[in-house]
């Protein structure tokens, strides 16, 4: 059996694929005004939409247990799997990467190593379908290991918010640049260059907003062939625009796509109307 792979429930990868390439998705806990669920298993997008539009909001996340990561690495080995290769949202974020760390130390580096992607939805995602394809391929566990990274490098992510408030009360940035950008009633866009998530672009309208994402997935894009994942909340048009916008810019050059509605944990940090665009470069 080749080597495992595994992620956590913020990839947002389209279920048919984690089916097509076997892939093991751990669930983040998200706490909605009190009620605890599993991402994607018992609490969803609309959940976390719902109650974020609520006058009284109390919203939190938190990471997969090492012990539940540790189960799932000792039943795919004990399944017949060569090794596991568990490649997470970025540390900046969550401790989801240093409870994945803590079981492979207790299962055995030899047999578990873990991938810190740097960002987040398929920002993590296509890092998580190279290392899968590499493994389908026969690559062993430094090569598996080794296609994440070099996916994480060519991967690259932009999105926009209507709001900092909910970044803001999750801790994904400061309050410094929370204040400002209400101040001058600016909309956001943000980018991950180190894994933080940090303000790249401001801009006075949502449609300027989605204008200027397009703008600069194509900048990031460049001359290569390129595939693309557009996340939403409760925005589809939004996420059409986008994807009708890059379809035509990119031309030739854009080959696999994927839209999706950014799941509950995401939703609790970014809040309704969130646009993403994610640009994986190929090799």
């Known amino acids: 059996m080749p080597v495992a792979v595994v992620t956590d429930s913020t990839a947002y990868l389209p279920p048919a694929l984690v089916r097509a390439h076997r892939l093991t998705v751990v669930p983040l806990t998200v706490v909605l005004n009190g009620a605890e669920g599993l991402e994607g298993v018992e609490t969803f997008p609309e959940d976390a939409t719902r ?3 609520g006058r009284r909001v109390t919203v939190s996340t938190s990471r997969p247990a090492p012990e539940q990561f540790a189960q799932v ?3 795919l080995l004990a399944g017949g799997a060569d090794g596991v290769v568990s490649v997470h ?3 900046e974020l969550s401790g989801t990467v240093e409870a994945a760390r803590l079981a492979a130390a207790e299962v055995g580096d030899d ?3 873990v991938v ?3 960002s987040t939805g398929m920002g993590l995602g296509f890092p998580v379908l190279a290392a899968a394809a ?3 391929g026969g690559a062993d566990l430094s090569g598996v290991r080794q296609a994440a990274l070099d996916a ?4 690259t992510i932009f999105f926009y918010v209507d709001t900092l408030e909910f970044l803001r009360r999750g801790g994904r940035i400061n309050a410094a640049e929370a204040l400002l950008g209400t101040a001058l009633s600016v909309k956001p866009i943000m980018h991950m260059p180190d894994g933080a998530i940090v303000v790249r672009d401001k801009v006075r309208t949502a449609s300027r907003g989605v204008a200027r994402l397009v703008d600069l997935a194509v900048e990031a894009a460049g001359d290569a062939e390129v595939d693309l994942a557009v996340h939403h909340l409760a925005a589809p048009q939004r996420a059409e625009q986008l994807l009708a916008a890059l379809t035509e810019r990119l031309g030739d050059r854009l080959h696999d796509t994927y839209v ?3 799941g509950a944990v995401v939703a609790a940090h970014a809040g309704p109307g969130l646009a993403c665009v994610v640009v994986h470069r190929r090799p």
């Open 134 to 136: 590499a493994a389908a």
């Open 89 to 91: 949202l970025s540390a």
């Open 152 to 155: 994480v490098d060519r991967t």
């Open 73 to 75: 690495y000792r039943q």
């Open 51 to 53: 109650v974020l539009s």
């Open 116 to 118: 810190d992607s740097r």
């Open 111 to 113: 047999l578990v190593t």
């Open 260 to 262: 999706t509605e950014a």
